[in-house]
């Protein structure tokens, strides 16, 4: 049974009616990493996994929620402040929550949900799951007048506000306005965006999941961002978006060694991700993949968020002849994402899973994902 048949029966079983269906996806970022908060620009794209839900308007001022994942049931009044416990459950509250605050309406709705977005691997099931839903209630209750950026930032606040996780804006951006067969290029300082021809004929994108994540003691992320704010300051420029390697090489000596290999990454992944996007246009993937080694060099080596087994799966991916590999995400575990191939592929997974298998004692996931529509209303 396909994830909408199961969802629909699901619904009869519950509320003995049908809803209208309405989905939303994953993501992944091609390239543009620890740019945002730099105010550069990242590449996502929406993913062939999803979170999908059926809905109904019930009549009654609640919301009455099944979770087939997780196998639960939750249910909150539309005028009550006090979160659901259940975690899964907050984050279809908060965008409830979220809508009202912005003046928009949400009546009370029954709905039964279930995706094929692996959680908590870096694809971002959690903005899959808030953009469903905020692009559900916008159709529903609304008459789809809440527009797209509006419902991206109703699911960041509703990670911010009801789920205590401090993101940025991409992943809830990726999950609304992906377009298939198209990447999006988002500038994070203006806010404005274009799409890209994504059509990667004889090759493969594909997630290969190290399952770790290491944590560490010292705030890395708020170490590198202080780096950044602190070139910045020394350049006088509002961030780094605004600065050159010459300007940074002539500060050179008035700052750290440390300060200068961060500031030189985000510098550098800048013109990559534009670099990438002119090789998109002209069709010439390898120059994709050449600019994406480049970026996991300098996470490793000069933003230094990688780990072992990032660098490990990285060179596999090299050994193999992959086109592109690099870290995706923050880093210190989680994916690499590549570009591989298609006579290479089983080549190369083979290969990743026995080696990183025979060295660090479990396989790592393979995810293959195609780049598709965000969030959307689904046909029965
Ligand atoms: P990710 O990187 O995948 O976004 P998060 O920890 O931010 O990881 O979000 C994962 C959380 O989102 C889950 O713990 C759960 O509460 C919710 N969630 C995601 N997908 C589902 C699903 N299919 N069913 C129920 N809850 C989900
Ligand atoms: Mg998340």
């Known amino acids: 049974m396909d994830i909408k048949e199961t969802i629909n029966k699901k619904f009869k079983e519950r509320f003995g009616e049908e809803g209208t269906l309405f989905a939303s996806a994953g993501r992944i970022n091609l390239i543009g990493e620890h740019t945002d908060y730099n105010g550069g620009f990242v590449f996502p794209g929406a993913i062939d996994k999803v979170i999908m839900a059926e809905i109904r308007p019930n009549g009654i001022d609640k919301v009455r929620v099944f979770s087939i994942d997780i196998n639960d049931y939750a249910e909150f009044g539309l005028n009550e402040e ?39 691997a870096g694809l971002s099931s959690s903005a899959a799951l808030e953009s469903c839903f905020a692009f559900a209630l916008n159709d529903l209750f609304n008459g789809n007048a809440i527009d797209k950026f509006e419902l991206a930032r109703i699911g960041q606040s509703t990670e911010h506000n009801y789920c205590g996780v401090n993101c940025g804006i991409m992943d809830q951006f990726a999950s609304v306005f992906g377009k298939k ?30 399952v770790v994540k290491h944590e560490l ?55 990559r991700v534009l670099d990438v ?68 592929y089983d080549h190369f997974i083979a290969e990743a899973k026995a080696r990183f298998n025979e060295r660090y004692g479990h396989e790592p996931k393979i995810y293959d994902v195609i780049i598709s529509d965000g969030a959307r209303r689904v046909e029965k």
């Open 82 to 120: 006090n979160a659901p416990e259940q975690s899964w459950a907050r984050y279809i509250f908060g965008v409830c929550r979220e809508i009202i605050k912005r003046g928009g309406s949400v009546k009370g709705f029954d709905a039964v949900f279930a995706g094929n977005v692996p959680l908590g």
């Open 181 to 210: 067969d198209h990447l999006m290029r988002l500038d994070c300082r203006s806010m404005e965006y274009e799409y890209f021809p994504f059509h990667p004929e004889g090759h493969k994108l594909v997630l290969v999941d190290s």
């Open 217 to 271: 003691a010292d705030s890395p992320y708020n170490k590198r961002r202080a780096s950044c704010e602190r070139v910045a300051k020394r350049l006088g420029v509002e961030t780094l978006r605004d600065a050159t390697m010459e300007m940074l090489n002539a500060a050179k000596s008035d700052i750290t060694a440390e300060d200068y290999l961060r500031a030189k990454f985000v510098i550098e992944e800048k013109q």
């Open 277 to 344: 996007c002119d090789a998109l246009v002209a069709g010439d993937y390898e120059t994709v993949g050449a600019r994406m080694y480049e970026t996991h060099h300098g996470l490793s080596k000069d933003y230094e968020v990688s780990c072992e087994e990032l660098d490990f799966l990285n060179d596999i991916a090299r050994e193999c002849g992959v086109t592109g590999s690099r870290i995706m995400g923050g880093g210190f575990g989680g994916c690499t994402i590549n570009l591989v191939k298609d006579e290479l």
